[in-house]
């Protein structure tokens, strides 16, 4: 089979001004980024058609290193709907560099089942990840400059002691985690301790992801806090007169993007935050766009259930009011092995024992889904490793729990890989208008909604909080914002904290750590175990992998 890239590069690209017309965009309705790629103004967003359309959502078992192919299972499902004559779009995240130069390489999907122009999607697109940098930075820079001119008349009195806000950058960069910034003297600034976040991570990004137009988000801007001044009274984005430029700086990237599959399925692009770190779905405008122009809506949420798909009930719909129809999480024999506790490197055997061992995990993730009202199909991402008897097992397994399942082949080929799945997510979607359940009400507590995450989502006994964090929570109450949703942070690799746990763990205790105010984005992010915003690069990096030719070719992305 060709590499990824290669079948990327050799498609049948139409022109975005097509794949536009076939969702009734005049061509010129559209802000052209070349001759493949698109913007679409926010005023197609229609209220109407959104309650008529019908929203898939695609969720994944726990992450492994062998891969589980959500995105491409998304993409091929999105193709398949589209070849049983339904009008889909398929509406995903912006990829970060930091992944794409480090462990897990280009995020665009697979073999047929691509979004395209990948190269571009995959490397910097439409610049709408550097705008969210660059709005960051800038209230960084206003903090720190309001904190250095102390008999300004605009000086604000801000303990430098009390900011959290740090800088942040499109790369996996652990050496600018803890940094002291402000040397050099009087005039340089005022020495503190500071360090980088990956922007995905920013709560610009998140802000941006849970905003419903320009003015929503220039208002959510303001609403961002910065620190406490010396008399202990709170500090926002607002105060230092910072979110009309850093909503100026973000005025074309509020707008969602065009592109499409290798079958031509529209595909709408637009927002990065991850799913161990924040809510790790994509714009609430871009879903809206999706519904408003498209009878169905593919869409993802990063890494498993308990991370991204809960997060997408709890934060993403219930502050559009987002209805979901269908659910489906993403399976393969090879993570449920390795979940089952084969090693890696044997996972292309067949090992019928690990494979029961590792139903734990699958079940628990269906569990996960039913809190929220849904039963979900299951998709078996197929590889060619697969055996007959290990797919005949995990179809009896999620049979015999009354779940429709399919074996999706969209890898290798597209969209008529996924018709069978196509077909029983289909049958599966339900306009039940009560069906849906948040897993907690924003009036409860914080601990609480804490705790109803930690207990009924990971399957914890408990969950501790360092002083530090209680702290927090207690502040975070006083200043007004206890209603907020929660955005717990941590691993992905472990339904627990420990990423080292594997399968379903039992009897373990969630320890919260610290906890972070993301006002501007409407939510708090306790961060859990020792998950860390600043991710570091591997000891091979897949930036080594990449490489470009004299005619501009590019290889190694995939």
């Known amino acids: 089979?060709?590499?990824?890239?290669?079948?990327?590069?050799?498609?049948?690209?139409?022109?975005?001004?097509?794949?536009?017309?076939?969702?009734?965009?005049?061509?010129?309705?559209?802000?052209?980024?070349?001759?493949?790629?698109?913007?679409?103004?926010?005023?197609?967003?229609?209220?109407?058609?959104?309650?008529?359309?019908?929203?898939?959502?695609?969720?994944?078992?726990?992450?492994?290193?062998?891969?589980?192919?959500?995105?491409?299972?998304?993409?091929?499902?999105?193709?398949?709907?589209?070849?049983?004559?339904?009008?889909?779009?398929?509406?995903?995240?912006?990829?970060?560099?930091?992944?794409?130069?480090?462990?897990?390489?280009?995020?665009?999907?697979?073999?047929y089942s691509q979004v395209?122009?990948?190269?571009?999607?995959?490397?910097?697109?439409?610049?709408?990840?550097?705008?969210?940098?660059?709005?960051?930075?800038?209230?960084?820079?206003?903090?720190?400059?309001?904190?250095?001119?102390?008999?300004?008349?605009?000086?604000?009195?801000?303990?430098?002691?009390?900011?959290?806000?740090?800088?942040?950058?499109?790369?996996n960069e652990r050496a600018l985690r803890d940094i002291v910034i402000g040397l050099g003297g009087t005039t340089e600034g005022v020495p503190r301790q500071s360090g980088f976040e990956i922007t995905a991570a920013s709560e610009v990004m998140a802000t941006l992801c849970m905003s419903s137009d320009l003015m929503d988000l220039k208002e959510r801007l303001g609403n961002i806090f910065v620190g406490y001044t010396y008399g202990d009274k709170p500090v926002f984005a607002r105060d230092l007169k910072a979110n009309g430029a850093m909503a100026a700086l973000l005025k074309d990237a509020i707008k969602p993007n065009l592109v499409q599959t290798l079958e031509g399925t529209p595909a709408i692009i637009h927002g990065g935050p991850f799913a161990n770190i924040a809510q790790g779905t994509n714009t609430i405008i871009a879903t809206k766009t999706g519904l408003s122009l498209s009878d169905y809506v593919v869409t993802e949420a990063g890494f498993a259930?308990?991370?991204?798909?809960?997060?997408?009930?709890?934060?993403?719909?219930?502050?559009?009011?987002?209805?979901?129809n269908a659910v489906v999480i993403v399976a393969t024999v090879r993570a449920i092995k390795y979940h089952g506790g084969a090693k890696l490197s044997a996972l292309g055997s067949e090992d019928l024992e690990a494979l029961i061992r590792g139903f734990d995990n699958l079940d628990k993730h269906i569990e996960n889904m039913r809190y929220f009202g849904f039963r979900p199909v299951i998709a078996i991402n197929r590889f060619d490793t697969d055996t007959a008897a290990e797919l005949d097992?995990?179809?009896?397994?999620?049979?015999?729990?009354?779940?429709?399942?399919?074996?999706?082949e969209s890898w290798a080929k597209g969209g008529e890989g996924a018709i069978d799945l196509a077909n029983k997510v289909i049958?599966?979607?339900?306009?039940?208008?009560?069906?849906?359940?948040?897993?907690?009400?924003?009036?409860?507590?914080?601990?609480?909604?804490?705790?109803?995450?930690?207990?009924?989502?990971?399957?914890?006994?408990?969950?501790?909080?360092?002083?530090?964090?209680?702290?927090?929570?207690?502040?975070?109450?006083?200043?007004?914002?206890?209603?907020?949703?929660?955005?717990?942070?941590?691993?992905?690799?472990?339904?627990s904290d420990d990423q080292n746990k594997r399968g379903r763990p039992q009897g373990f205790t969630i320890k919260i750590r610290e906890v972070e105010l993301s006002s501007g984005a409407g939510f708090i992010v306790p961060i859990a175990g020792t998950i860390m915003r600043m991710p570091g690069l591997p000891g091979s990096p897949s930036a080594e992998k990449i490489d470009i030719d004299e005619t501009g070719r590019i290889s190694g992305l995939f």
């Not at 995105?71 to 889909?88: D, E, P, V």
């Not at 697109?125 to 300004?152: M, P, R, Y």
């Not at 995990?394 to 399942?405: A, G, P, R």
């Not at 501790?464 to 690799?493: M, R, S």
Request: hydrophobic content about 40%; glycine content about 8%; some cysteine.
């Open 427 to 495: 049958e599966e979607i339900s306009d039940c208008a009560n069906c849906f359940k948040p897993l907690y009400e924003l009036e409860w507590p914080l601990e609480k909604k804490i705790e109803t995450i930690c207990t009924k989502m990971y399957g914890a006994d408990h969950v501790e909080y360092t002083v530090k964090a209680k702290n927090q929570l207690d502040k975070i109450e006083k200043l007004g914002f206890g209603n907020l949703a929660v955005c717990i942070a941590k691993t992905q690799k472990s339904l």
């Open 116 to 171: 395209i122009p990948m190269e571009d999607i995959n490397l910097h697109f439409t610049g709408d990840i550097s705008a969210v940098e660059k709005a960051h930075n800038l209230l960084a820079a206003l903090i720190d400059n309001n904190i250095q001119l102390k008999n300004s008349d605009g000086n604000l009195g801000i303990d430098p002691r009390t900011v959290e806000w740090k800088r942040v950058m499109d790369m």
């Open 1 to 111: 089979m060709k590499q990824d890239i290669e079948i990327a590069q050799e498609a049948n690209i139409r022109p975005i001004v097509e794949v536009a017309a076939s969702l009734g965009i005049p061509p010129d309705e559209l802000e052209l980024y070349g001759k493949f790629k698109a913007k679409i103004p926010l005023h197609f967003i229609d209220e109407k058609r959104i309650k008529k359309g019908k929203l898939i959502l695609v969720t994944a078992i726990t992450p492994t290193p062998a891969g589980e192919g959500k995105t491409t299972t998304s993409i091929g499902l999105a193709q398949a709907l589209n070849r049983i004559g339904k009008k889909t779009t398929v509406v995903l995240r912006e990829p970060s560099l930091g992944p794409v130069f480090g462990i897990k390489g280009g995020a665009a999907g697979g073999g």
């Open 305 to 324: 259930s308990e991370l991204g798909a809960e997060k997408f009930f709890d934060i993403k719909s219930q502050t559009a009011k987002l209805k979901t």
């Open 393 to 408: 097992l995990l179809v009896k397994h999620c049979t015999m729990k009354n779940l429709k399942v399919a074996v999706n």
